[in-house]
């Protein structure tokens, strides 16, 4: 049996996701990397007590794979809704440049209520199941029941359908521009793409961009991978890699940054997720 197997038999059966996850925070290759068994064990340990802790705050998928999903649905007034089909090209970039992760569908029904593979990561997923038995009356009658409360304990992030010069703007960032363009140079390129949408000066092309960013993602970078070549660079590799490299002064400033802004959101995600497993939001 290979190394790699040994740790997977000590972990226990744990999904697909959940594998990426700790292939992605490093416990693999220190599992890897370990001389002794007393090292190894503790590995182990260690990944068990993150599990525990991340399923505790429901921040880990469940096993169910059988999932219905609708890939275009419409806003309140039954038009198109823009911003879906540009978070699957978004997702399908990442995908077609790294091999890694998987495009989710915007409205689904299905036993994970988080998936750590999703790309771009910017969702949580809320869970709905109900029995086969209830009508579609009584379904959406309970639905708008207790919409308030999941509302109250700050479970729902409010948004709205996005217009053209909105859905461009993400496009042309994201999709349409180089990593290493400035803003000053966007400013440039889109004006003459886009007259009709011109912005004045590089602080406001950026300023909006990043009010989209926020809205879309629920962080301030949250599509930082597409855009900033500090953050591309950090992607796919381990969070104990990055720990190290930092601790030895091998990252650029971008880099640095890119990292410490990754493990603010990872301990944001978490103190969200603590908060709402035990009833509450952030706000009180």
């Excluded at 038999?9 to 002794?36: C, K, M, Q, W």
């Excluded at 806003?75 to 989710?104: F, H, K, M, Y």
């Excluded at 140079?185 to 009709?196: A, C, F, G, I």
């Excluded at 070549?229 to 002064?249: K, N």
Aim: with cysteine; glycine share 8%.
């Amino acid at each position: 049996m290979t190394k790699v197997e040994q740790f997977w038999e000590a972990i226990d059966d744990v999904p697909p996701s959940v594998r990426h996850f700790l292939e992605i925070t490093g416990f693999v290759s220190r599992y890897l990397n370990s001389e002794d068994d007393k090292t190894r064990s503790e590995v182990i340990r260690r990944a068990r007590r993150i599990i525990e802790c991340l399923s505790a705050c429901q921040l880990l998928p469940g096993n169910g794979a059988n999932s219905i999903e609708e890939h275009a649905p419409t806003d309140g007034q039954g038009e198109p809704d823009g911003r879906w089909p540009l978070l699957a090209e978004l997702g399908n970039r990442i995908i077609a440049e790294t091999s890694e992760g998987v495009v989710v569908a915007p409205l689904t029904f299905a036993s994970r209520t988080l998936d750590l593979g999703i790309v771009p990561s910017c969702s949580e997923r809320i869970e709905v199941s109900f029995d086969n038995r209830l009508s579609l009356d009584a379904l959406i009658r309970q639905l708008r029941s207790v919409w308030p409360e999941l509302n109250k304990r700050g479970w729902l992030r409010r948004t709205r359908p996005w217009g053209a010069r909105k859905l461009a703007l993400v496009r042309f960032v994201c999709l349409e521009s180089p990593r290493s363009d400035t803003w000053r140079k966007r400013l440039e390129t889109w004006n003459m793409r886009y007259p009709d949408w011109a912005y004045l000066s590089p602080q406001a092309i950026a300023s909006d961009f990043h009010k989209a960013e926020q809205s879309l993602t629920g962080q301030s970078d949250g599509l930082g991978w597409f855009y900033d070549e500090a953050r591309q660079s950090v992607y796919g590799r381990t969070l104990g890699e990055l720990l190290d490299a930092l601790a030895a002064d091998e990252l650029s400033a971008g880099e640095r940054k890119a990292v410490d802004d990754m493990l603010r959101n990872i301990g944001t995600t978490i103190s969200k997720a603590a908060s709402k497993r035990m009833g509450t939001s952030e706000d009180g």
